[in-house]
């Protein structure tokens, strides 16, 4: 399955936006889902994932409470709602795909989307 995501733009600290992943070239509904992001000069880390029918969810705890992932499974797409930003948010943020059990370690996905860059900053 190829992935897109998108959404990703300026905001001011406590503004909201969603990001989207579209997935095509597979059974989409199939996949578990899962959100990461890298800051600048840091590593890739966790921020949220969903089982492939979408009702199980993980949070990091970082954004548990101000983040919410989810599908749409018959629109191939997942999506990342995030409210209350702020400026530690500001990251290139990517989504994943796996057949397998989503966890928090990006070697658990198999596929990648290109990343979007999100920047909260007044």
């Known amino acids: 399955v190829q992935l897109q995501a998108s959404g990703g733009g300026l905001v001011q600290p406590g503004g909201s936006l969603r990001l989207s992943c579209v997935g095509s070239?597979?059974?989409?509904?199939?996949?578990?889902m899962g959100w990461f992001r890298q800051p600048p000069g840091k590593e890739r880390e966790f921020v949220a994932a969903?089982?492939?029918?979408?009702?199980?969810?993980y949070y990091a705890d970082s954004v548990n409470g101000r983040f919410t992932i989810f599908k749409d499974n018959a629109k191939n797409t997942g999506y990342l709602q995030m409210n209350t930003l702020k400026p530690e948010d500001t990251a290139v943020y990517y989504c994943?795909?796996?057949?397998?059990?989503?966890?928090?370690?990006?070697?658990?996905?198999?596929?990648w989307g290109q990343g979007t860059q999100v920047t909260v900053s007044s």
């Open positions: 070239g597979g059974t989409f509904s199939m996949y578990g």
């Open positions: 994943a795909a796996t057949l397998r059990l989503v966890t928090e370690e990006p070697s658990a996905y198999d596929y």
């Open positions: 969903c089982t492939w029918p979408g009702d199980s969810k």
